[in-house]
């Protein structure tokens, strides 16, 4: 029998098991290294520490299976508008726009997995989980296609990866200040690197001086520049959401996340240039 670092089972969170058993052996030696590290830091350990109460959602929490993600529609018709947020970024935060938008059509706000309301999953933030959460969503929540879908920041990437995933469902984007191949970029033994060029063992050695120097963010006290104009009622909630966020953030979550973000940046830029008209 193989020993390695799955031979204490029960020490592993339960939503990775199914995983291991279709897994690569190169696949299986990258899991181990990072529940190597996760063992030595102290990150998770903010999790469910942050002590301010939870008010009530602005919509609805949608079961998607084995947990419930945070879903905001108002307005009627179709095609519907679906606001995909950027890097710690809201719901709420389209709280001027979305009464707006919803005098034409309907249109939909969320919170990507472990985003305010929404509760985490086995991958939060890899491109892969937040696609096929959004993909359920939906379709439980009873909001048909077809989808015009709005991308903010990062939240660019996330619906071209949704487009190229279910290209029936989706009949324009609209990328806001959108995160491009070109100004995503690492710093890859002492060059800045873009993310398309990179491997996997890139993007972990990029990381590897959060790990040995872990960053410390001070939590936010109050609401700040844009923000300031929401409406009063909407200001509250950002400032909660965004105070989970930094209790929350985990630099093991976040290496998943950006290796994901090179994966769907390599496939959609090859993807582009295979067309003559690449825009």
Not at 142 to 156: D, E, L, Q
Request: hydrophobic residues 35%.
């Amino acid at each position: 029998r193989r020993r390695g670092c799955f031979d204490s089972r029960s020490h592993i969170n339960s939503d990775v098991i199914p995983k291991i058993k279709t897994m690569s052996k190169s696949d299986i030696g990258y899991v181990c290294w990072l529940l190597a590290l996760f063992s030595l830091l102290p990150f998770s350990a903010a999790r469910g520490q942050n002590a301010a109460p939870i008010p009530p959602p602005l919509g609805r929490l949608v079961d998607i299976g084995s947990r419930r993600l945070h879903l905001y529609c108002v307005g009627h018709g179709s095609p519907a508008v679906v606001v995909e947020n950027g890097q710690s970024s809201f719901s709420m935060d389209w709280g001027l726009v979305q009464p707006e938008v919803a005098k034409i059509t309907q249109v939909c706000t969320y919170d990507r997995a472990g985003y305010a309301w929404s509760e985490r999953g086995p991958a939060t933030g890899s491109v892969e989980q937040t696609s096929d959460d959004l993909h359920l969503l939906l379709r439980m929540a009873g909001v048909r296609s077809p989808y015009v879908m709005v991308g903010a920041s990062i939240g660019a990437l996330y619906v071209q990866g949704y487009q190229r995933r279910h290209p029936n469902e989706v009949v324009g984007l609209v990328l806001d200040d959108p995160a491009g191949e070109e100004g995503s970029k690492y710093l890859v033994n002492g060059r800045d690197m873009p993310i398309y060029e990179m491997t996997g063992a890139d993007m972990r050695s990029a990381f590897k001086p959060l790990f040995t120097n872990p960053p410390h963010y001070d939590q936010p006290t109050k609401i700040e520049e844009p923000y300031d104009r929401l409406p009063p009622s909407l200001q509250p909630l950002r400032l909660w959401a965004w105070q989970k966020f930094f209790a929350e953030m985990d630099v093991v979550n976040d290496l998943i996340t950006a290796d994901s973000w090179r994966s769907e940046f390599i496939a959609l830029r090859r993807w582009r240039l295979s067309s003559p008209h690449p825009l």
